[in-house]
């Protein structure tokens, strides 16, 4: 039994289109299925609990990588898998995963794909699936929610980088990676991953894998501003790891904090003093 968890407001209105489409295909299909519409944040994460219990194999988010964070949360500690049919404007996750853009192939590949075991996060006790990080990507990502209005695809994220190029200042940060030393710098960026890319295409960890057990750490020192334009270039053509000011190690877990600290959590902004971060291996079974 499939149950499709759609978001209506996701890609602008394409998440419900999307969500209509998957009935009429899965009828053709004569496959059982049931569809249901989000409601409000976290909605998701209570439709996926509920088809979980009520006996579903497979729950299929269709909407961004906010839409899929909500119903892995709810599928966690149950049997039943995550199918992915990318609707949003960045759909990140999906990127890693190998999983395709086009909502009749992703949907392919939850109909003939074994669903494997697959990590996630936790930040804080919260479930996340791709990334959290503070510094940088934060100020690009607060730039493009105010794009977002205006324009659609990776144009936000284009003009949220270009923004924080010329408005971000390093943050003060104290932090630990699995448990070891405590260091205190002043940072570009601090990232936990899991998946690869973030921001609509901006390659944070190039060699992540979603299946090692273990999050690549990024971390990034203060760049002088004069380099930030070349840096930038750097950024967007997947060549952070080759950056002077880059430090890359993989990692169980990862603590830090700054007073008042802004986190990115797979596109999602929150607030705190300290974030703790740790590795859930094979948390998840996702069709890929």
Known sequence: MLHAIANPAAGSGLGRKLGRQLHRTLEEKHIAHKIEETASPGHATALSRQAALCGADTVLSVG?????????????GTECALGLIPAGTGNDFRKTLGISKDPDEALETVL???????????????????????????????????????????????????????????????YQIDGGPQQKKDLFVIAAANGGIIGGGIVIAPDAKADDGLLDIIIVDKIKRYKLPLRLIGLLRGKILSFPETHFVRASSLSFSSPGMRLNVDGEMITADTAQVEILPGALKIHR
């Open 64 to 76: 961004g990588d906010g839409t899929a964070l909500e119903v892995a949360r709810g599928l966690m």
């Open 112 to 174: 003939t794909k074994k669903a494997l075991p697959t990590d996630a996060g936790l930040i804080n006790g919260e479930l996340f699936l791709n990334e959290i990080g503070s510094g940088f990507d934060v100020a690009v990502l607060d730039y493009a929610n105010k794009a977002k209005k205006y324009c659609k695809g990776l144009l936000p994220y284009l003009y949220g980088v270009l923004c924080a190029l010329f408005r971000f200042r390093p943050i003060p940060v104290t």
